[in-house]
């Protein structure tokens, strides 16, 4: 080979390589020392911390133990791709959230193992507060339930690395019939918390005021600073979302991403391998490889399936359909679909349970929206991108006649968040 010729395969390993650390940080902005991703993402930390820095305002530290992607969410608010049961996929309750939360607190004081029982005593004891109570929120093991939302909250720390398993089996905590021994992690632990502003320091009365004040960032006084926001904010939707459309974006917004459209999608590309597709209402950037996305569409399964027939028959409708409506629909398709579909999903009453999966599943891929119908009862509505999902009728071609070409209305692959949701 020849120096030129090496020199280019050199250069285009390390490309493939600076991809694989970017698409690694993007599925689990938190990643623990020991494997390949790890080793990838330390090897070309300044690259990676240079790009994020500047086209999305992410810092990146990265030291021997662990990686940490500060990733700021795009949207706070969206409630649509929350923390799940690692075992059920169900998401977590309110009760579980401030679980979490006590147990976090709990791990940061304890010392570098603790048992489940142990920390189970400590998470009651700190959910005696005053003002946990004044909230609704009680925690005392006093049931099967609330030691399963307890194992939740480990499994879930588990999976992020927080915790390690040594000994002992949740199962058997949860039938009160032992104990599990964990090591903490504390590198991890402590690049758990991604915000601006130390929540002791936020001082707003409402959540969504406290929400917003904790990631609040400093309005700019200058051009060049307006456009590096713009920049950012955009970067940051284009990686996180399914779906950017163009009615939601403010006018500033919007005139910057159709002035610089072709600079922030080739950036995205070059770095992950997305592939920008884009329609009418908007802008999406597809991945081939189908692995950066917590949610798919279509996807195996009952609720796959359902999912995939509410936006089937969704996209051929217009308007705003009651989710009355849909539960009919439902319950004739678990007819037809009986010997497919699981047992539990066949039983009469089963329709209101698969349709509100299907529908969260479908909002949450920014293919619907809800909404009420004109006697105030719930419904959906269907978003520009479920025009993918449209059936259209067969057509009998003659020899040698091309198929007509018809303009595709969406702009959405079907794909969830980017990423993981922490």
Known sequence: MSRAGLGDALAAQRTEEVRRAARALLRRPLLGAGSDEFRLVRQHAAELRTWFERNTGWTLLVDSEVARLRRIPSVATDPTHPARDQRTGLPFSRRRYVLLCLCLAVLERAEQQIALGRLAEQAVLAATDPSLAAAGVEFALADREQRTDLVAVVRLLLDWGV?????????????AAGDALYDVDRRVLAGLLVTRRGPSTVRAGGFDERLAELNAEALPDSDELRNRALRHTLTRRLLDDPVLYLDELSQAEAAYLTSQRGALTRRITELTGLSPEIRTEGLAMVDPDDDLTDLRMPESGTDGHVALLVAEYLAGKGGTVPLTELHRQVAGWALDHAGFWRRSATVPGAEPELTERAVERLV???????TVDTDGAPAVRARPALDRYRVGEAVLLEPGQSAPRKHKSTANRTKGKKGSTR
Do not use: H, T
Request: hydrophobic share 55%; proline share 0%.
């Open 364 to 370: 949450a891929l920014q293919l619907l929206e809800r």
């Open 163 to 175: 915790l390690a398993k040594v000994a002992g089996d949740e199962d058997a905590f949860l039938k």
